[in-house]
């Protein structure tokens, strides 16, 4: 089973930037779909960013609209988030994860996802 690992999140003031990526074991074959979701202390998981791997088309949150970017690179079998203007409701722990979809890309509940990797950890200092 392919494995995903999340890395790049650290401690940044308001403001600062950040890039994480999520590198995936073995080669992602037909899975179309990638996706950041992350979990503030106290608070449900939730979804921030998608990206197609066939279409290149992505989704957003309506809180980071405008502020991240994710991208892939095949060929390292990788995801990025790129990570502007943060703010400290930013701060939380930071997950990948992959699925399939039919049709137009389309994001799962977060219960869909049957397991979850390590995270990674970004603080927003005001």
């Known amino acids: 089973q392919v494995q995903l690992a999340e890395s790049g999140g650290g401690l940044v003031q308001a403001g600062g930037s950040l890039r994480l990526s999520c590198a995936a074991s073995a080669p992602l074959g037909s899975t179309n779909g990638m996706g950041w979701f992350r979990q503030a202390s106290g608070k449900e998981r939730e979804f921030v960013a998608a990206?197609?791997?066939?279409?290149?088309?992505?989704m957003y949150a309506d809180s980071v609209k405008g502020r991240f970017t994710t991208s892939t690179d095949d060929a390292k079998n990788t995801v990025f988030l790129q990570m502007n203007n943060l703010k400290p409701e930013d701060t939380a722990v930071y997950y990948c994860?992959?699925?399939?979809?039919?049709?137009?890309?389309?994001?799962?509940?977060?219960?869909?996802?049957?397991?979850w990797g390590q995270g990674t950890q970004v603080t927003v200092s005001s």
């Open positions: 990206i197609s791997r066939t279409t290149g088309s992505t």
């Open positions: 994860n992959k699925w399939s979809y039919g049709g137009k890309l389309a994001v799962p509940r977060t219960e869909y996802f049957g397991s």
